[in-house]
């Protein structure tokens, strides 16, 4: 597919600036928001997770400190080159499409996705492949931007659309983060993104808002 091919490009192409700009233009609150999705993600039964769209493995890393082990996919060869630098117990990085997953069905006690989802266009096609994935009773934990309501809104869209745009292009990366502020206002409302796990076969969906709506965490069952 195309469009994959122009995402995994991106991704290979930031790939030196990805954490420190993640930290910079987050404030250092993307630290925070991983370990909550962790929080969510694994429990004293979970054992097996799949982190999708794994990057340079920071989310995870949160999941390996709360003792699951995971399995990394990505399609950027080189975020995954990065992850598997960072850590070496109990992390598999696997090269792969969320589009076609290479593994059998019901196998993982959990799938993650931090920051991932947004950068799947076919993202219904993305979700099913995560359900048939997932075992019966276990869980969906995506970590995704939205465009926050009421006075953070304005404030925010500049940030997003005007400064960070700017700091990126001192580190050459700038049409990459004109992408980020663009896919973010493309991207499904929390309700919308939430009708749409439940369409993909999730039940008993809780979204958290968090940093005024910055970014949303979605948890959701496969029963
Ligand atoms: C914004 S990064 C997030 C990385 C990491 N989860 C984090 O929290 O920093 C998005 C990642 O999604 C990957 N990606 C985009 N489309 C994908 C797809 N169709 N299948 C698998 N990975 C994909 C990119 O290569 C990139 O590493």
Not at 110 to 115: D, E, L
């Amino acid at each position: 597919m195309k469009e994959t091919q122009e995402i995994k490009s991106m991704f290979d192409k930031i790939v030196s600036r990805y954490d420190f700009l993640n930290r910079l233009l987050s404030f250092w609150q993307d630290i925070l928001w991983r370990k909550k999705m962790a929080t969510e993600a694994v429990n004293k039964e979970t054992q097996l997770v799949l982190d999708l769209a794994v990057g340079t493995g920071d989310s995870a890393k949160e999941l390996l400190k709360k003792g699951a082990k995971v399995i990394g996919v990505d399609i950027s060869f080189e975020m995954l080159r990065i992850a598997r630098g960072k850590i070496q117990n109990d992390f598999t990085p696997v090269s792969a499409s969320a589009y076609e997953l290479p593994f059998r069905d019901k196998i993982f006690d959990a799938v993650t996705c931090a920051f991932g989802i947004r950068n799947m266009h076919e993202t219904e096609v993305a979700l099913r492949e995560i359900h048939r994935v997932i075992k019966d009773n276990g869980k969906i934990i995506i970590l995704e931007f939205s465009l926050p309501s009421g006075f953070v809104r304005k404030p925010y869209l500049f940030y997003l659309k005007k400064i960070v745009p700017s700091i990126a292009s001192l580190f050459s990366v700038k049409t990459a983060y004109e992408y980020l502020g663009s896919s973010i206002e493309g991207f499904y409302k929390p309700e919308d993104f939430t009708e749409l796990l439940q369409n993909c076969g999730f039940k008993n969906i809780k979204t958290h808002s968090l940093s005024f709506g910055v970014v949303y965490l979605y948890v959701g069952e496969k029963i």
